[in-house]
């Protein structure tokens, strides 16, 4: 029980994602597996726990990282002719990455009702005035550094940001904000929107198209004017427009 | 919440508290949580986390209970499918199952396998 709790919190802790699995019933053949666990990651580390089901044990990983990698909580039944086996595999996926570029007024409420959904965010500007501690008190992380430069570097030592990742594009000049985009333009983020108005956005587009040659549906996915239609005014109303469009693109909520 | 969920539940038993975990593990139709919602159930009512409220969650809490007294983890079927015209808090329309579990500092566990 010990190692399978500092397993869950340990990962927890570095935003990693884990399995927990449980055993919900066993019978026959089964019947020692219960109130047995077992962690899992969702790569070959060996599992922690105590849970060994014989034969069906590579079955029961398998099934695990898949649900792992779906993000989904997963029950499991297994019947043989001496026994049945009912798990349940409970996800505890890797937190979002919300990188929120642009520390100005509508990053401050983003950042706070991102980390309350728990998202892991960082903050970029190339303002330290903006982009500090004080400021951003509940973000991960918050850089002041030369907004592409820096961008570059959270992708890390992989050539792209993952599709654990959605990116805000809310710095205080558009010519920024269309720097960044085309340099995530290929990526396979979950969530990429910028701020601006349709007006303006459209004629982003022309120019990018007219200039550099870039087919107009590239940025069919990208999330411009941000944030959901409901009104929003103040820069706070404005923040809960955008979280509330990143949590139904990632959950796959029925707004369109 | 997952995160936390843990913390609180390894610092309960760093107390040397015995607790009762519930899970839901299956929802069908209108529920108040999602599956995969987790509570603890407090020895001394100091519960922690919900599995939706209102009278289901009375339930959960008295098998919590039962739980923590036997031993046996157990999966319990809540049902808020009475029609909203009763006289009852349970009209949300669905039903789920909770699997329960007791967590028990190691030594506690290791007696009991």
Known sequence: MRAVLTALTTAAAQREAVALITVMSAEGEFADARRRHLVVWPDARPPVGDLTIGALQPQLLAAARQAINQRRHTQLHYQTEQGALTLFVEVQPQPYHLIIAGAGHVAVPLATMAALCDFTVTVLDDRPQYANRQRFPTAHRVIAGPFREELCKLRGNRPTFDAQTCLVLVTRGHQYDVELLLEVLDDPLAYLGMIGSRRRIRAVYELLEQERGIPRHKFDRVHAPIGLNIGAQTPAEIAVAILAEIINTVRGGAIA | ?113
């Open chain 2, 1 to 113: 919440m997952a995160a936390n969920f843990y913390q609180q539940l390894q610092a309960l038993l760093d107390e040397g508290l015995t607790v009762a975990v519930a899970t839901i593990v299956n929802v069908k139709g209108s529920t108040p949580r999602e599956v995969g919602a987790k509570m603890i159930i407090h020895p001394y009512g100091q519960h922690i986390g919900t599995v939706g409220g209102g009278c289901g969650e009375a339930d959960v809490i008295r098998a919590g209970l039962d739980v923590l007294t036997d031993g046996q983890p157990r999966t319990v079927r809540i049902d808020l499918t009475e029609p909203i015209a009763m006289q009852s808090t349970g009209v949300c329309g669905g039903i789920l199952d909770v699997f329960i579990e007791r967590w028990a500092p190691d030594a506690e566990t290791m007696e009991s396998h």
